[in-house]
T-cell receptor, first 114, second 111 residues
Framework: GAVVSQHPSWVICKSGTSVKIECRSLDFQATTMFWYRQFPKQSLMLMATSNEGSKATYEQGVEKDKFLINHASLTLSTLTVTSAHPEDSSFYIC??????????FGDGTRLSIL | GENVEQHPSTLSVQEGDSAVIKCTYSDSASNYFPWYKQELGKGPQLIIDIRSNVGEKKDQRIAVTLNKTAKHFSLHITETQPEDSAVYFCAASSRYSTLTFGKGTMLLVSP
């Protein structure tokens, strides 16, 4: 149980384009979803927290207009990187949590901006 | 806010040996301490967790201990196997709120 699916697993796109990443909880209802960014050989950096039906709460230093987060249902959250540039290249990971339960992570999306 | 320190950053052991990874936290309000294993190119996988009302928890070859007074918690892996090789992260939070992660430990188990 507690499976979190993230798509795509790898995306390469041109600078200036927007990229959408999906995060789905497959066998539970995720009242809260989280988006992280991870640089090589580093820990996970929380970008934002989203509760179903509410606006996401962004961590300090994370641009809201750059990283658009939507959590429209209890099983789906999306992260859209708008007007992506090479410095946005990174490993993005989502996690989901049911009320009172641990966080479970997706397998991440490796984003490469050319 | 919470601060989690994790040591060592790398740990090399021979197959069959035990491995211990230690973490300290700063916020006395933290009451939930999960451990995650991250393999290369994948997301973190929850392997064991402990709440502050418990001092120790075991699951087969994996155990976690918690010392609330000293604000220390540790992961113990016995009879290590090559497939245990990965990066391990400790984390802390209060009432399942936002997790604060340690910087990770790369565990290498040599056959």
């Amino acid at each position: 149980g507690a499976v979190v699916s993230q798509h795509p697993s790898w995306v390469i796109c041109k600078s200036g384009t927007s990229v959408k990443i999906e995060c789905r909880s497959l066998d539970f209802q995720a009242t809260t979803m989280f988006w992280y960014r991870q640089f090589p050989k580093q820990s996970l950096m929380l970008m934002a927290t989203s509760n179903e039906g509410s606006k996401a709460t962004y961590e300090q230093g994370v641009e809201k207009d750059k990283f658009l987060i939507n959590h429209a249902s209890l099983t789906l959250s999306t992260l859209t990187v708008t007007s992506a540039h090479p410095e946005d290249s990174s490993f993005y990971i989502c996690s989901a949590r049911a009320t009172g339960q641990p966080q479970h992570f997706g397998d991440g999306t490796r984003l490469s901006i050319l | 806010g919470e601060n989690v320190e994790q040591h060592p950053s790398t740990l090399s052991v021979q197959e069959g040996d035990s491995a211990v990874i230690k973490c300290t936290y700063s916020d006395s309000a933290s009451n939930y301490f999960p451990w995650y294993k991250q393999e290369l190119g994948k997301g973190p996988q929850l392997i064991i967790d402990i709440r502050s009302n418990v001092g120790e928890k075991k699951d087969q070859r994996i155990a976690v201990t918690l010392n609330k007074t000293a604000k220390h918690f540790s992961l113990h892996i016995t009879e290590t196997q090559p497939e245990d090789s990965a990066v391990y992260f400790c984390a802390a939070s209060s009432r399942y709120s936002t997790l604060t992660f340690g910087k990770g430990t790369m565990l290498l188990v040599s056959p």
